[in-house]
DNA sequence: GTCTATAATTTGATAGAC
DNA sequence: GTCTATCAAATTATAGAC
């Protein structure tokens, strides 16, 4: 693996435990065994690497889901894949970003707002009767799925992810 | 005003747009007219402060939805008072230090840790046909309109947390 | 309750040798 | 591609005068 994919994945355990004030440089070099200096060899600015990584993020995301049926069946890939960030009990790295918004560099946000996008078109396909239906729902299943992984993590429970995000009873949508 | 008040608000603020480390004392003593040292008189540290914050900060929000009818009233009554945060285009306040959480002093995180238990136990009142499905609901609920902050305040359209947290075509509770 | 002064640490980033 | 050395700035926090 290359030292600067090292340090993205570094960089996303990092992101996603404490967001984008909670590593440094120099956390990143002691993780992959090089000094902090050096890492400005492979990612110019902290702003660059973590827009690089989200792009990294998002296309890796869209893979996993990329082979499941337009519907509820994707609707499920989708939760399945997010419920992956609980390992750990990490945050949804796009959640992280969003949350922080108001105090990151724009090029930053405008990543995780690309991948959110994305994931709403990508989503809507067959969950409604009509495409406008079908992204009003993709929207809120995303909204429940980004807010269930913050409360399984604020209270330390990763089942409460599925209480939140996948309790048929709330939605009568699967 | 006292001070302290005054710092709090700033502190409110300031949390809401970049969250916990998007602030430091030298801006809230700039945004109250003292010198950062001086902030330390009122609270000794910083998540002192934040820990202050944020029990104020939640027993407003329980006064504002108290006088609320148990079940679906109660529910519009809480996606109503989320709602405000979205002024300015802020997260919720617990939203963002769970968010963050990984990153955080404890006292914080169990902080935001003890408004969710208290929102998801009152709004849980009359919400299921049992209070063990109430609180699955309210769990639920709870998510989306915290999610829905977030994809409204990322993708820049405030819109879209009516859209995410209240059409009444996904949960078809209301 | 606010001030000045300052300590101790950390941060993102640069220059230039190897 | 990695290093040493270093910078300028910012951070939380403390001591002690007024």
Not at 137 to 151: P, S
């Amino acid at each position: 693996m290359s030292t600067a994919d090292g340090l993205l994945d570094a960089a996303e355990r990092m992101i996603r435990e404490g967001g984008y004030h909670g590593f440094s440089f120099r956390d990143l070099a002691v993780a992959v065994g090089i000094r902090s200096a050096s890492v400005h060899h492979h990612f110019p600015t902290k702003a660059a690497l973590v827009v690089a990584l989200a792009e990294r993020c998002a296309d890796r995301f869209m893979d996993t889901v990329a082979g499941s049926a337009p519907g509820p069946a994707r609707l499920a890939a989708y939760r399945a894949a997010f419920r992956q960030s609980l390992g750990g009990g990490g945050m949804c790295l796009f959640g992280v970003l969003g949350a922080e918004a108001g105090g990151l560099p724009v090029p930053v946000v405008d990543a995780a707002g690309r991948f959110f996008r994305r994931a709403i078109a990508h989503l809507a396909e067959g969950l409604g009767e009509t495409p406008a239906e079908g992204e009003r729902r993709a929207l809120a299943e995303l909204a429940r799925i980004e807010g269930a992984i913050i409360l399984a993590r604020t209270l330390r429970d990763p089942e409460l992810y599925d209480v939140a995000a996948e309790s048929s009873g709330v939605t009568g949508l699967v």
